[in-house]
């Protein structure tokens, strides 16, 4: 069957946290609090780790009802099997040393989390969701998307920002590379 990939909208906001909060994150378990609100903060490293999985969880809910939190949820038979957090660039503060150079003066949209259920990894789920995403930029208006894979050997756990071959299959060209870090960009008009 098909995916179905939905935006993430208030009435969707308890499916969200629902799977967020029953994926085994065991290799990672500091993702496990985390509800996709790292980048969404300025809080330092320190005072981050101190947050709790209820105190991320409810600013996810509020942030949802806000319109603040956006992305899109991947569902297989009914079932939400994947996560990503979509979102115009300027709702991560946490990206700015990044992106405030490449992106003033234009209207740019991120992906930078793909959390994809273990028993559908490698099956294009990510692929799916990053296409539908680049449709609703595009739709949206957004002059370009701004994407910030990592990739290294022994960084497979890092691959939740999606791998560098899928944004250049979807058309990214890469504008910089940081160490590990390889700032992408796709030109939406």
């Excluded at 993430?8 to 085994?24: I, K, R």
């Excluded at 105190?55 to 899109?72: C, Q």
């Excluded at 989390?113 to 995403?133: Q, S, T």
Aim: aromatic fraction near 12%; proline fraction near 5%.
């Amino acid at each position: 069957m098909p995916l179905e990939i939905k935006p993430l909208t208030p009435a969707l906001a308890e499916t969200f946290c629902d799977y967020l909060t029953h994926l085994d994150f065991t290799p990672t378990p500091h993702w496990a609090s985390c509800f996709c609100r790292f980048y969404h903060t300025t809080c330092s490293q320190m005072e981050w780790m101190r947050r709790t999985a209820e105190r991320n969880r409810a600013e996810a809910l509020d942030e949802i009802a806000s319109g603040n939190m956006k992305g899109f949820l991947a569902f297989e038979n009914g079932e939400c099997v994947g996560w990503c957090n979509a979102n115009d660039v300027e709702q991560y503060p946490r990206l700015t040393e990044y992106t405030e150079e490449l992106c003033r003066g234009k209207r740019v949209g991120c992906t930078i989390c793909f959390v994809i259920h273990p028993d559908h990894r490698g099956k294009g789920v990510a692929r799916e969701m990053l296409a539908y995403a680049i449709a609703d930029f595009r739709t949206a208006g957004y002059d370009a998307m701004l994407a910030l894979p990592v990739e290294a050997p022994g960084a497979e756990q890092r691959r939740y920002r999606g791998t560098l071959h899928m944004f250049e299959q979807a058309g990214f060209k890469e504008v910089q590379t940081i160490d590990q870090l390889h700032v992408m960009w796709l030109d939406l008009h």
